[in-house]
């Protein structure tokens, strides 16, 4: 009798505590939320260490917490303040407009229209381009010896391609793209986590994937990238996004995230990726060490 | 990493809890009124199983789709998949009661409300305790899916773990899940049985 | 696009997805059953071995599906391999210890008589014990497989296919038709398996077992 209430007891206590310890949160904070794969993620972490080194707010992160849309609709609806967004993306995925090639103009008016449409502000672009690319495997390359997206259109037949669900949904993704290119793939297309891509590729379970420019996994695997040469996708400029509900909250956060202006170009936002995806070193690190070099954190 | 663990932990089991409470008092009622109310007894049945026989992800996907991104999706979740053990074995537990025990409670002039509370509902505790126990080792596993829909949770750190390909963070999420589902079992099995000596 | 129209633009892909949902929890069944009821009948043999095998596949059935598909795509690989792998393990308790307990519940009036009339083990095991330890059985598979046309939708996440990838697609871009594709059929196929194989355990209950089952 004793021994069952004792039990019975110590079973509720736990769960009420643990109910208690997580619900309580409150005071002033802002969440940073973040896609799910490595870059988006670093970037994530970059703007919360330099927010948190650069102001009194406390940053939650939601990172990692899933494809575009998913982020799109938290921060929407209040459940992020921030994430890291690219124009290419915001342009035809969220906003389903044609494809505007010229990148200043990109950004100009994706971010007139996120904020007309949806209240939310696009800050200075980080500097670097993460476009969608086609890479092939080095096999492919050795045997046909393709450069160009219209180059594979020729061959297409032969090979498998495979990608990310998020990219068959897309307006800037696998229909339009086929389309445009006259792309006719082998047997259907395999659809798994965006982070499996490369791994696919590397053991010879498909042969073309859509590699994102500044992939690390691109050099790890060997992959040749091709050249978009009727120019379907359009540039994809990353840059913080924020609500402007936060904004008016916290001024301040303008200035701080827009000292990343142009700080990351291609090369760098690669070299980082490279850290995280193939040497597997921790996100939060490689953010630090980041900040830290560019003596962003004082 | 372990700040970070600890919180999954008390994150997940602070939704499967909530959970837990709120379908076993559903689940509780449904039982009786399905008990009581002969004509509903198969309709309330067999939305239970059907709502148990729906695939989860598909069930969260479309729960998300309704109540958006986070932990009150889970936690709505979470209730209906633990409603079928509890009404179900409420519903049984109450049925199974000998008549004779029935009988004599109606002879002693004790209303339906009573009978139930005093006699039917004590004696069939064992098996609904049981039925909560069931709901309770399979919201520990379901909940990790939280993070496919934005709740909190140890699956958190299991799908960044996916990602990686990093066992570690697999496991990490993986085994305080498994150890809290075998513990409650074990433990709940055994009060279990302490119930079922003492309505003897 | 509504949804009719969602659907008659994609059937193609949504028809590919079913079939091969289909075929991911048809393999792991089969192959779940060919290694749950020998198991299970041996495990009758050897009451001492029992409890802890059947405790370890109860084990193996707290592990989130999440978390075993993570092992596997860690250890094995992509595809439908490792899929198949982790479904096949999710399959083997409940037909595993139906096949046990169906088989030691059998009143052992029944036994008795068979040995008396000179049946030897396995003639008994045949004739009379499996018999009616069937419709228990059954129920085993039953659960089994409602169970893993459920967890066959996440297989989509290590690309293994099925309907899982309409409701992954649909979770990615927050697109309701996408999920509503995946998630509707998967929801009908269990149903429809649920149904099926329970009035399969129905037909095969002896007469003068014939029971409730809820």
Known sequence: MKLKNFMGLAIALVFLLSIALTGCSGGDKIVIGSKDFSENILLGEIFSQLIEAKTDI????????????????????????????????GLTAQLKMDVIGEPDEAYRVVAEEFNKQFDIKWLSPLGFNNTYTLAVNDKVYQQYGVETFSDLAKISENLVFGAEHEFFDRQDGYEGLVEKYSLKFRGEPKKMNVSLKYQAIGNGDMDVTDAFATDGAIKQYNLKVLTDDLGFFPPYYAAPIIRNATLERYPELEDVLNTLANAIDDATMTGLNYKVDVEGKNVATVAKEFLNERGLLE | MSGALLEGILEHMAIVSIAVLISSVLGIIMGIIAYWVRFLDSVILWVSEVLQTIPSLALLALLMIIFGLGDITMIVGLVLYALLPIVRNTYTGLKNVSPHLKDAARGMGMSKMQRLFKVEIPLSFPLIFSGIKIALVNSLSVAVMGVLIGANGLGTIIYCGIQSRNMMNILMGAIPVVIMALVFDFGMSKIEKKLIKRTK | MSFTEFVSKNYNEILKSLVRHIELVGISILIGILISIPLGIFLTRHKRVAGPVLALAGTIQTIPGLVMLGFALVLIGIGMLPAIIVLTLYAILPILRNTYTGITEVDKSYTEASRGIGMTNMQTLFKVEIP???????????????????WATLAGLIGAGGLGDLIWTGLSTYNTKYILAGAVPSAILAFILNGLIGLLERILTPRGLRRSRI
């Open chain 3, 132 to 150: 009616i330890a069937l419709p228990t059985i059954i129920t085993g598979i039953r659960l089994s497989t409602v169970y893993i046309v459920s």
């Open chain 1, 58 to 89: 406390k940053v939650e992160r939601k990172l990692n917490l899933g494809g575009t849309f998913v982020c799109f609709e938290a921060i929407k609806n209040g459940q992020i303040d921030i994430y890291p967004e690219y124009t290419g993306t």
